[in-house]
């Protein structure tokens, strides 16, 4: 169902805690404008990377490094919620038109990738199509609904983890249809089996690089053994690769949500991904690019500044020094993360001696991120009313058994009542994505807007869906 929805206004009513949008930059040592100028051109969308000189996005002023809570239309967020019910995952494919835009105008002449883990929803994957971004996958279901959503072979890499047969089956079997197609193994082991199922084509070796960055422990992969091969090997695993396959290129990922200090660390896998890649192609090895991962971060908290693109992309380059190949970045989270919202509705409110407990019908299953990393998602109550109630701190929970089923606690909101509605920022990454149906409750729907339009993106998952697969 496509319709149209009111012009869009915009309130900043009933918004909890803080807001502010000045772009911060906590990382001014470095000099935007200063990067390679000898990148070859690469296989597709050659775009206009200046040498020395950035032209800012188009319609900068438009399009603001980050997307609060408090910018999203109220008004929209309340029909929305209830032409289609709650909980509700609402995606803005502008915003993610946006993001991509941004990425572009930082990094010109970088192979861009999109992480698909972050959101895989089929109108992400076609919008993002259309921006020229290629598409990186961790499964080969993600492969399939890359394939799906019209990206060709050459325009997706599949980054295997400790891969299922299942998965490498489907990709090589892929690869018969779509040559040029790229798979990153991170095992010599992996690297065996392509060989084993007769795959000679694109190959990109996935290294540990020993530093890691992220957000939270569970999210820090850059030292964790079981990603990539160990960088002191690497070298001559690529050497021993390229007698077999096509190789293409070198491949580390330090890890989720990269801001502030952590940044250097970023920075120093890039450093050590450049030594690499001379040392590969001085043995003679000639790499298309060199694949330094994900992980830039989104402010999640209202007064948390936005990255500095620009200037993280000046560091990459200038941290990679002088290489005969492409530089590749492949975020997930910066592309969609501040285009989606989750909405809720308050079924209980509890008056606890020591909190208000507030109950929602979105859960962990809905949004897992609280639960699992403590993560903070900014939060807006969409009552009507709410500018006019008192605010109080709220503990918001979700219809799980878990005491870890909590999206935040002792939050200053306005005083809630049953059926007001809730928005919770920064929904659009691992959101939907990390859903479940744990306790059996369906999946929630989703929402695409774009423009004035808005129409049912993933219709919600009813008890039937969930009890269709057991055998009776
Ligand atoms: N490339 C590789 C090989 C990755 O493993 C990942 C994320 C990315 C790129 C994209 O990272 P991003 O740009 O989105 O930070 N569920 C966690 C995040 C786990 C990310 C796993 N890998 C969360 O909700 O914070």
């Known amino acids: 169902m496509t319709h149209r929805d009111d012009a869009p206004g915009d309130d900043h009513d009933a918004v909890a805690g803080g807001h502010g949008d000045a772009p911060g930059d906590d990382h001014d040592d470095v000099h935007p404008g200063t990067h390679r100028g000898d990148v070859p051109p690469h296989n597709r969308a050659a775009t206009d990377g200046g040498v020395g000189e950035r032209r800012p996005p188009e319609g900068a002023a438009e399009n603001p490094a980050v997307r609060r809570l408090a910018d999203w239309d109220a008004d929209r967020l309340r029909r929305l919620a209830d032409d289609h019910g709650t909980p509700l995952y609402v995606i803005d494919l502008d915003r993610v038109r946006q993001n991509a835009a941004r990425l572009e105008a930082a990094f010109p002449d970088a192979d861009r990738r999109y992480a698909v883990k972050a959101h895989s929803g089929n109108a992400v994957l076609e919008t993002i199509r259309e921006t020229e971004l290629d598409a990186e996958c961790a499964s080969a279901g993600e492969v399939k609904r890359a394939l799906d959503a ?77 990603f990539g091969v160990p960088y002191d090997r690497a070298e001559e695993i690529v050497a021993d690769a390229a007698d077999d396959f096509e190789v293409v290129g070198i491949h580390a990922h330090a890890g989720s949500g990269i801001s502030g200090d952590d940044l250097q660390n970023h920075r120093e896998l890039v450093r050590r991904m450049g030594d690499l890649a001379r040392a590969v192609i001085a043995d003679g090895t000639e790499i298309e690019f060199v694949d330094v991962g994900g992980g830039f971060g989104v402010p999640y908290r209202e007064d948390e500044p936005p990255l500095d693109l620009d200037a993280v992309a000046a560091a990459t380059r200038e941290a990679l020094g002088e290489v005969d190949a492409q530089l590749a970045v492949e975020p997930g989270r910066y592309l969609v993360a501040d285009a989606g919202v989750l909405l809720t509705r308050i079924n209980t409110v509890k008056n606890a001696p020591e909190t208000t407990l507030v109950g929602v019908d979105a859960g962990m299953t809905t949004l897992l991120r609280p639960a699992m990393y403590d993560a903070y998602h900014a939060l807006r109550s969409l009552a009507p009313d709410a500018p006019d109630r008192t605010v109080e701190p709220a503990t918001v929970t979700g219809p799980i058994c878990e005491s870890s089923d909590v999206f935040c606690e002792d939050r200053p909101l306005p005083a809630p009542a049953r059926d007001d509605l809730l928005a919770i920022g920064n929904a659009g990454a691992y959101g939907y994505e990390m859903a479940s149906t744990y306790n059996t409750r369906p999946r929630p729907a989703e929402v695409a807007l774009s423009g004035d339009d808005s129409r049912l993106a993933r219709r919600r998952e009813t008890l039937s869906d969930l009890t269709a697969l057991e055998a009776r």
Do not use: M
Request: hydrophobic share 35%; with cysteine.
């Open 150 to 226: 019209g990206f060709s072979g050459a325009e997706i890499q599949y980054t295997a983890v400790n891969p299922p047969s299942e998965d490498l089956d489907f990709v090589v079997d892929a690869w018969q249809e779509e040559p040029e197609i790229t798979i990153t193994a991170g095992a010599e082991d992996t690297v065996d089996r392509l060989r084993e199922r007769g795959y000679d084509g694109r190959l990109c070796i996935r290294v540990n690089p020993g530093v890691g960055a992220g957000h939270h422990e569970k999210v820090r992969v850059g030292a964790d053994a079981k």
